[in-house]
């Protein structure tokens, strides 16, 4: 697609669920980025994938966070046993390489409540 | 110390005026510099590259200081539309962007 695509766009879940977000990058993309951001704060990394590489893992908060990336493409950011906390905007971004060189693009974003 | 660093602001100033922004980074190492615009409740969108030799896009100049480690940008003539919040973003070389918390400016007419 002409964009990073995320869904769902808003997702309201209660406290001990588990929740999948989703991110399809721009084509052609190679690299794949996870961040969160709650409200009035900055952005916090996540995970990092690039290629065929294993992931940069060193943002998740917890171990109720994973993520993984199919054929180097579509990614997958599951959270286990939601808390109140994780509650936030989960930004997806892509780059076409790994240094970042040409910035980022982002999605939209998915807006997670729990409650 | 963190690692990116800027002034929350907020910056009130009037349409027309020229208002500039520091971002200050911990490692030397680092590489590639950004600043990016979010409006409020929106994506981050990238505003502009930041070269070493200083670049300019219309009315926002874009600075490096390698030496002393900050990046600045400037806005000239100011508008109402350019109220947002400006990120100042860096590759730290290991091939991720560390996001400052941003700067909030807001245009008056």
Known sequence: GAGVSQSPSNKVTEKGKDVELRCDPISGHTALYWYRQSLGQGLEFLIYFQGNSAPDKSGLPSDRFSAERTGGSVSTLTIQRTQQEDSAVYLCASSFDQTGGYGYTFGSGTRLTVV | ?109
């Open chain 2, 1 to 109: 110390r963190k690692e990116v660093e800027q002034d929350p602001g907020p910056f009130n100033v009037p349409e027309g005026a020229t208002v500039a922004f520091n971002c200050t980074y911990s490692n030397s190492a680092s590489q590639s510099f950004f600043w990016y615009r979010q409006d409020c409740r929106k994506e981050p969108k990238l505003l502009m590259s930041v070269y070493s030799s200083g670049n300019e896009d219309g009315r926002f100049t874009a600075q490096l200081n390698r030496a002393s480690q900050y990046i600045s940008l400037l806005i000239r003539d100011s508008k109402l539309s350019d109220s947002a919040t400006y990120l100042c973003v860096v590759n730290m070389g290991n091939d991720k962007l560390i996001f400052g918390t941003g700067t909030r400016l807001q245009v008056f007419p």
